[in-house]
């Protein structure tokens, strides 16, 4: 805080010039990544299809969105965690009546809230969620192993916004400025940091998910 005179300048900033930084990351991030998929090419397939693309493509999309009962039974723990914390994650993110405002502002597209009692207990789920997903990586000796730095770095880098949106909603730190500030200012951070770790899986699982489907779909095999 020692480069801004108090916390409304750190507010002024964050909402402004680091957002817009921030922001150009993403996109400009986003793009190479996708542009990298695209660019990766495939060879020419000369055979005759024996289908289409589009439809299985997008089964493909909604049928792997839908955890198998193999992958159930070997993790239970990851699979209705990870549901949980999702779900939670995006009530957060998608109907909290302010990032509702924020979304109309930029990109003009609204719609109803939920009751911020509820948005908050949501918030309070997804904490808990993501501190149990720690807990097991790090008390479960292959996903100890196996697990890197990136892996506690994205970790980390979601977790501090839902973290910091509950203190600020909750005024916990004084100046209200301040913890406003803190909690806009990680999710700049999460954005920075989107697309260049395994947090790109968003968007690019669709891509995958897709192009499976549709070359299946092409050669006539059910997905």
Known sequence: MEMFSNANDFLIWVRGDAFNIALFILIIGIFIRVMEIFLLGRKKDF???????????????V????VDSGTFKRA???VIVGYI??????????????HIELINA???????????????????IAIVSLIAMLWHRLTHPVLKFLSTYEDYLVWFVTFLPLLTGYIAFHRMIDPYPLAL?????????????FPFTKLM????LFIARWY???????KGIES
Not at 53 to 60: A, Q, T, V
Not at 85 to 98: D, K, R, S
Not at 212 to 218: L, N, P, Q
């Open 76 to 78: 239970p723990f990851i």
């Open 201 to 204: 899986h968003a968007i690019t």
């Open 47 to 61: 055979s005759e299809p024996r289908g289409t693309e589009w439809g299985p493509g997008l089964k493909n999309i």
């Open 181 to 193: 500030g803190l909690h806009i200012f990680s999710v700049e951070l999460l954005m920075v940091v």
């Open 106 to 124: 930029m990109l003009g597209l609204q719609w109803p809230g939920l009751p911020s009692q509820l948005v908050d207990a949501a918030t309070v």
């Open 63 to 66: 049928s792997r969105s839908v």
């Open 85 to 98: 914390w999702h779900i939670c994650f995006f009530i957060v993110l998608l109907f909290f009546v302010p």
């Open 212 to 218: 499976t489907g549709a070359m299946m779909g092409r």
